[in-house]
């Protein structure tokens, strides 16, 4: 099923084309004062990766305030998914912030936040009695999740895996595997966190061939060996994984690793923790990536694609769980904040009414189609992969496999400078990310395309 963005569907300002259209060089003369300004208030460790400032934005695109249409292949990292300023979204704010802004939920309670509990226990997978606490961000909702499985446990040791990415907080930090640039000269770490290996198939093939690194049961009994030699499940409270990496690299394991870990941590008493703060609503192709092999997972963290671009996180899990935590040991000023619940709310119906998650399949579909052209064409394109609307390139130098980032940022520059928002992401730096919005359409897409095309094959290595 193709779902078009019609004009009507889309808002995000007056006059927004689902064109891509430079009419300056970018960055422009007023996104120039505005990185001016940004550099005298805004310290240098709060970066963007485009030098542009945004004026409107929906659909596939966004505007800037020099008036240039930029095709948008990164949904400020998966979160607008729904499409920016999606109107059932901005319907639902508008009436809930006429209503009331805020109460604090764990003061006076309010119906938005019991739907998005409601909503995430039907969806998530898994049939069992489920309980849902919603937060503000990914990363304070992975604390909760850690938090909750240490008090159903009473162990405290936590496993997360190589090229794991799970926040910026200081517990989040400890759990997240790559140094530069979100944890040097940041520690100390949260203790009691451990890392064991990933099912990474393209560089486990690149050391082990390719039999072995598509064999993900086998990688599961490489990470539990470790974990049992270094840590004992007797200390072990949780496993933390994200069913397909985001920052790290959108690595997808090889079929056959999550299951064999699951069924690991269920009988040795460690609640396995899917994080999908990136992989959530839709964005692979289904509702959740767990779905794909049939994963249950005991405790789910989601976030960003939750709520149409307004804060909120949720976790969401085994009611008998969740249920462990005293009461008023779960909350937060502005979790569940009342807007947010109502963006939610309406952002959870359109991916379940408008087609999204098939939506989010054709647009794999069309990707991966051209990204393997590119591949064939090209042998720095080490690899190809992902699901659905979630899907990158990894590029590498052609003779020895090495990882080339220079290249991937060189690309991703020429990208910006014709007007696409394109995203670099993992542990090497060297892969490039697609996660365009479920509302982007087609021709917007082959445009956006034929751009990195080009960019990659005017980049000499
Ligand atoms: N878990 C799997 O992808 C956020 C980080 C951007 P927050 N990823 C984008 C950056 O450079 O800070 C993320 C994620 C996964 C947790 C998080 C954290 O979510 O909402 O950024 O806290």
Not at 94 to 119: D, K, L, S
Not at 301 to 306: F, R
């Amino acid at each position: 099923m193709t779902v078009t963005a019609e004009p009507e569907t889309v808002r995000g300002g007056p006059g927004l084309r689902q064109q891509r259209e430079l009419v300056t060089a970018i960055p422009g003369p007023r996104s120039q004062e505005l990185l001016a300004r940004k550099s005298a208030a805004v310290p240098k460790g709060v970066g963007l990766t485009l030098p542009i400032f945004v004026e409107a934005a929906g659909g596939g695109v966004l505007r800037d305030v020099d008036g240039n249409t930029l095709i948008d292949f990164g949904s400020g990292i998966a979160v607008t998914g729904v499409g920016n300023s999606a109107p059932a979204v901005v319907d639902a704010v508008t009436a809930q912030v006429a209503q009331f802004t805020h109460t604090c939920f764990t003061i006076t309670g309010y119906e938005g936040y019991v739907e998005v509990a409601e909503a995430l226990n039907r969806l998530t997978p898994g049939d069992f009695d489920k309980r849902t606490a919603l937060f503000n961000s990914g990363a304070e909702a992975v604390e909760n999740a850690v938090k909750i499985a240490r008090h159903f446990t009473g162990k405290q040791a936590v496993v997360a895996f190589d090229h794991g990415y799970h926040g910026r907080t200081n517990l989040t930090m400890a759990l997240t595997a790559k140094s530069m640039p979100y944890k040097s000269g940041f520690g100390p770490f949260a203790p009691e966190v451990y890392r064991a290996p990933m099912s990474y198939p393209y560089r486990d093939g690149l050391l082990m061939g390719e039999a072995q690194a598509n064999d993900g049961a086998a990688a599961a009994r490489r990470a539990i060996v470790q974990i049992e030699k270094q840590i004992g499940a007797a200390n072990l409270a949780a496993l933390v994984i994200e069913p397909i990496q985001g920052e790290g690299g959108f690595v997808v394991p090889a079929e056959g690793f999550l299951p064999t870990l699951l069924a690991w941590a269920r009988e040795n008493g460690v609640v396995f923790i899917a994080d999908e703060v990136q992989t959530g609503f839709a964005r692979t192709g289904d509702f959740f990536a767990c779905e794909h092999e049939g994963l249950e997972p005991d405790l789910i963290v989601t976030a960003k694609g939750i709520a149409g671009g307004l804060p909120l996180s949720a976790v969401t899990g085994r009611a008998e769980i969740m249920d462990s935590a005293h009461a008023g040991g779960l909350g937060g000023t502005y979790g569940g904040n009342p807007i947010a619940c109502a963006a939610a709310v309406a952002t959870i119906r359109s991916f379940e009414e408008d087609g999204l998650v098939e939506r989010a399949r054709a647009i794999g579909e069309q990707f991966l189609a051209r990204l393997t052209e590119l591949k064939r064409a090209d042998a720095r394109v080490g690899d190809i992969r992902g699901r659905g609307a979630m899907v990158a390139l990894e590029l590498v130098d052609p003779t020895t496999g090495d990882p080339d980032a220079a290249l991937t940022a060189a690309v991703a520059a020429k990208a910006h400078a014709a007007g696409v928002v394109l995203l670099t992401c993992g542990t090497y730096g060297n892969v490039i990310r697609f996660l365009p919005p479920l509302t982007i359409d087609d021709a917007l897409i082959a445009d956006g395309l034929d751009v990195v095309a080009t960019a990659l094959a005017e980049t000499a290595s």
